[in-house]
């Protein structure tokens, strides 16, 4: 789909909203043999340290709620250069938060700690997927270090 050309960089750097979706605040405790044993709070540290070398700006925002992600998204339309989102098991299901996020024509890159290819059937299925740029899934925390860096790339 065809997004807006935006993010030219400021002197801010590149202007990245970064979303948690459902779940991922257990990071650390939740099941992991699948998702690891490393906290959001860490996990958001590596982000930040990445994103700092790259000179991208960030806001991080995890949320139970598909409301509140939405509301999220809506709220940054005019600051984000462009989103990085997990939307956990929104990810499967979720029209209102594709409907948020083809709304905003911001370009968004999909990603997951897990492979969700490789697991059960109903995670295979993204709704998301199509209003994204691309989806990064099964590299654990560097699946969003490696969406920055597509985001940065794109606006190069
Ligand atoms: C997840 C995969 C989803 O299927 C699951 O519902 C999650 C996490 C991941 O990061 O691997 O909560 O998005």
């Not at 995890?62 to 409301?67: A, D, I, K, P, T």
């Not at 509140?68 to 098991?89: E, Y």
């Not at 594709?98 to 370009?107: K, Y």
């Amino acid at each position: 789909m065809a997004k807006r050309q935006r993010g030219r960089r400021s002197r801010h750097g590149l202007r990245i909203l970064v979303l948690h979706g459902p779940n991922l605040n257990l990071l650390g405790e939740r099941e992991p043999e699948i998702y690891g044993d490393m906290t959001l709070a860490e996990l958001n540290r590596r982000i930040k340290k990445h994103a700092a070398a790259i000179n991208c700006e960030l806001k991080i925002k995890q949320s139970n709620s598909e409301g509140a992600l939405i509301d999220c998204i809506h709220t940054h339309r005019k600051w984000a250069d462009g989103i990085v989102i997990n939307p956990a098991a929104y990810t499967h299901y979720s029209y209102a938060l594709r409907d948020a996020l083809a709304a905003v024509q911001i370009p968004t890159v999909e990603v997951h700690l897990s492979d969700i290819h490789k697991r059960e059937r109903f995670r295979r299925i993204s709704v998301i997927r199509e209003v994204c740029e691309t989806q990064i899934s099964g590299f654990r925390w560097e699946s969003y270090t490696k969406a920055l860096d597509l985001l940065a790339e794109r606006n190069r």
